[in-house]
């Protein structure tokens, strides 16, 4: 069994005044301090891009439950990142109605694209390929999200297409949860 080690850092010291500030904000809509885990997991991904391990026991500590129970926490909600990610994080969604509509070539030609496969991140730190669970659009198949944009009906040009305008961008495309 894994042991989980613990942190002698107090949160107060570790998280800055805006994390502490916004996860007390979501502590105050629940009823329990616990009840906030996924939403303290989101503020601090949201300024640190990820969760790291360090992050994860001083959230914890923070929430007081243990980190075990967070991690649980985090481990369940996809959205949560325990490695490092590229500022874009292409989810791609491997259910069956987009197994059915092209999910293959549409993943194979994001693939080629990169030069990364599912769980990598491009040597640019630009993109994150990840597989994802339905996404909710079906009926528009295939589906993939990029920060809080759901890109619909893809073919393997379309999502090559999506992922050069990117690219080419200059601008930073804030990944919301
Ligand atoms: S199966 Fe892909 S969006 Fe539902």
């Known amino acids: 069994m894994e042991i989980i080690k613990t942190i002698t850092v107090h949160p107060t010291d570790y998280l800055t005044s805006q994390e502490l500030a916004d996860i007390d904000h979501e502590i105050s809509l629940m009823e329990t301090r616990e009840a906030a885990g996924i939403e303290a997991l989101k ?25 075990a129970e967070l991690e649980g926490v985090a481990t369940f909600y996809n959205l949560i990142y325990r490695q490092p990610v590229g500022k874009y994080v292409i989810h791609l969604c491997n259910s069956v109605s987009c197994h059915l509509t092209g999910y293959q070539q549409v993943l194979h030609a994001i693939e080629q694209h990169l030069n990364i496969g599912y769980g990598q991140t491009t040597e ?4 994150t390929l990840l597989s994802n669970v339905c996404l909710g659009g079906c009926d528009k198949s295939p589906v993939m999200m990029i920060g809080k944009q759901h890109y619909e009906q893809l073919t393997p040009k379309k999502a090559v297409e999506i992922i050069t305008a990117l690219q080419n961008e200059n601008q930073n495309v804030e990944v919301e949860l």
Do not use: C
């Open 43 to 67: 503020v601090v991904q949201s300024h640190r891009g990820w969760i790291s391990d360090e992050s994860l026991h001083v959230i914890a500590a923070y929430l007081k439950m243990s980190s």
């Open 124 to 127: 640019d730190n630009r993109f």
